[in-house]
């Protein structure tokens, strides 16, 4: 059976490395200047870069516009949800 299944279509567009927009997202956990960390169905979605600015976040829709420099996206599987002081010394 394949993991994907019943899942939200996760949909990426980077333009120039300065405007990114993301389909698929289901909430936006931590963000600041450097980072953006997202979940998707698909895991959660590390954005990092400078100057990131979230332009537009709707999760009824499940977008999440960004404008920044983007320098990676990093996808990880890791959904089970720890708390803050766990996160902090794993």
Known sequence: MNDFENKKDNT???KNREQLSIEGVTDVGAFN???ISA???YGSL????DGLHIE???LSCGVLKVK???YALVYSNDTSKKSTLKRLFS
């Open 56 to 58: 537009e976040l709707d």
């Open 46 to 49: 590390l954005i990092k870069g």
């Open 12 to 14: 990426l567009c980077l």
């Open 33 to 35: 200047e450097q980072e």
């Open 68 to 70: 920044g420099r983007v």
């Open 39 to 41: 979940k998707t169905d």
